[in-house]
Nanobody, 116 residues
Framework: QVQLVESGGGLVQPGGSLRLSCAMSRSFYNTYTMGWYRQAPGKQRELVARITTGGNTAYADSVKGRFTISRDNANNTVYLQMNSLKPEDAAVYYC??????????WGQGTQVTVSS
């Protein structure tokens, strides 16, 4: 079943901003730490940000100071505000629980393209 739907990606110039949304079709996810992951062409998937049920956040060094993760439990949604985007931020972005577990399902992701 599709339980996570990412949106908000698009084409942006370097230095621009995007706000990604992760709609969690099951309120079940409100009880988990959630993360934003990305996978660039030819690269491994990486965790870029995560947020606990209590709102504590953590970021990869590569995005720290530029990205902000947040969540709205009432609306079953996790957000990723991305500022000062760089070409190396280009990737497909996914949301999911953190840490990952064997057998979890992934959404389609949302494509972020940063022109160079």
């Amino acid at each position: 079943q599709v339980q996570l739907v990412e949106s908000g990606g698009g084409l942006v110039q370097p230095g621009g901003s995007l706000r990604l949304s992760c709609a969690m079709s099951r309120s079940f996810y409100n009880t988990y730490t959630m993360g934003w992951y990305r996978q660039a062409p030819g690269k491994q998937r990486e965790l870029v940000a995560r947020i606990t049920t209590g709102g504590n956040t953590a970021y990869a060094d590569s995005v720290k100071g530029r990205f902000t993760i947040s969540r709205d439990n009432a609306n079953n949604t996790v957000y990723l505000q991305m500022n000062s985007l760089k070409p190396e931020d280009a990737a497909v972005y996914y949301c999911n629980i953190s840490p990952l577990r064997i057998g979890i399902q992934w959404g389609q992701g949302t494509q972020v393209t940063v022109s160079s």
